[in-house]
């Protein structure tokens, strides 16, 4: 359950990082007419805020999987974690992201199913398994 939760929790909080430089890397805002400055302040808002979340979520269920033991927590950290993973992975099948390059969009359905499944696993661990000491 660990060792799941590190992968889970490094590769959310390197997307959280990554996503910052998104905008600029794929040039968002020249998709916004200049006019608009409202939508833009928006789009840098969310995109702050969702980069913010993503670091915040991975550390937290660091936090909670290797900190005193608290299995009850433990559950439900992991249990949003992987609910917030399986929306992503449900939002790639409906509405892909990077299909101007298919290497780019299925890769990046496979990293979403990858760390779905270890936040999956390690809540299903956490709730139902044996509870190893790494200790």
Do not use: D
């Not at 929790?9 to 890397?25: L, R």
């Not at 915040?56 to 290797?66: K, R, W």
């Not at 433990?74 to 992975?89: G, Q, Y």
């Not at 990858?114 to 190893?132: D, W």
Request: glycine share 6%; with cysteine; charged share 5%.
């Amino acid at each position: 359950m660990k060792l799941l939760t590190l992968i889970g929790s490094f590769c959310t909080m390197g997307f959280g990082v990554w996503h910052f430089f998104v905008p600029k890397a794929w040039n968002w805002y020249s998709y916004i007419v200049p006019e608009a400055t409202e939508l833009v302040a928006a789009v840098r808002a969310i995109n702050v805020f969702f980069s913010l979340s993503l670091i915040l979520f991975g550390a937290a269920n660091l936090l909670v999987v290797f900190g005193a033991k608290n299995r009850y927590a433990s559950i439900v950290l992991l249990s949003v974690s992987t609910v917030l993973w399986a929306v992503r992975c449900m939002m790639q099948l409906i509405y892909p992201q990077g299909s101007i390059n298919p290497a780019l969009q299925y890769g990046m359905l496979t990293a979403f199913i990858l760390i779905f499944v270890c936040f999956a696993s390690a809540a299903l661990l956490a709730a139902f398994g044996k509870q190893p000491s790494l200790s």
